[in-house]
Each structure stands twice: as C-alpha cells, then as structure tokens.
C-alpha cells in the first residue's frame, strides 16, 4: 500500500478558480501528479462524483508553496494537506483514502477511486 504525501491548492486566476489537487508521483517520486477540481473539498463528499481536469506535472515545492505562479498564472492558497493511501488500479487509475486537515476544509477521511472517463476529464467517485 502507498502512503504518498498530498496537498490541496486553491488557485486564484484573473478568470475565476479552482482547486489543484496534488500528491506526490508514486513512479518518479520525483514530481507531483493530480487534478484541477471545480469544487472546493468542502463539497467533494456530497457531491459524490464529479469529473476532473488531470494537470501537468508540478515541483515537489508546491507541497508547501503558497504564493504568486510564474507567467502571470495567479495565486495559491493551501487549504488542506496530508496523505493518500492506497494502491494504483493498474496504469489505469487509483484507489485512494484520503486523510487531509486544513484551513477550508472538513475533510478527514474520504475513499475516492479516480478513472479516466476519456483523454481529458477523469471520474473522481467518493464512498462511504
């Protein structure tokens, strides 16, 4: 089983925001790998399942960063961070429980399993 650090970013753009997820790459450990969400992690539970943006490859920085983003990307505000734990489906997806505190946020202990639905958007689906 994996535990691999993770972090949750509020991302403030000139064009509105959104939420990076983030957690530390289980292959390279070398990078971070996650998802842009649309909704705070306040909501992600209640919600249920939503679709997800996967991101770029981020520096490990970004697990404690909070600041401005070079080339004129906007701010980031950590509003969670701790671990995932959990396996990889595959090359295909994973399995995670999520344990985070923070600043905006009542998350503690979520399970989540996150598949891709096409080439651009994956399924994150939470449980109880």
Same mark, same amino acid.
């Given at each position: ?16 925001? +959104?939420? &990076? ?9 070398? +990078?971070? #790998?996650? *998802? ?10 209640? =919600? !249920?399942? *939503? ?11 970004? %697990? #404690? ?6 080339? =004129?990307?906007?701010?980031?505000? !950590? ?5 995932? %734990?959990? +396996?990889?489906?595959? &090359? ?6 999520? $344990?985070? #505190?923070?600043?905006? #946020?009542?998350? $503690?202990?979520?399970?989540? =399993? ?6 651009? =958007? ?5 449980? &109880?």
């Amino acid at each position: 089983m994996l535990k691999l650090p993770t972090v949750i970013l509020h991302h403030q753009v000139h064009t509105g925001s +959104h939420y &990076d997820w983030l957690w530390l790459d289980p292959v390279s450990r070398d +990078h971070l #790998t996650g *998802f842009r969400i649309p909704c705070p992690p306040n909501q992600w539970a209640e =919600r !249920q399942s *939503f679709l997800a943006e996967p991101l770029e490859p981020h520096r490990l920085a970004y %697990l #404690t960063y909070q600041g401005k983003v070079s080339g =004129r990307r906007g701010r980031v505000l !950590q509003v969670a961070k701790g671990y995932v %734990l959990g +396996h990889a489906i595959g &090359d295909v997806g994973w399995d995670w429980q999520i $344990q985070v #505190t923070g600043m905006q #946020t009542d998350i $503690q202990v979520l399970r989540v =399993r996150i598949l891709p639905e096409s080439n651009v =958007r994956w399924r994150v689906k939470f449980f &109880d």
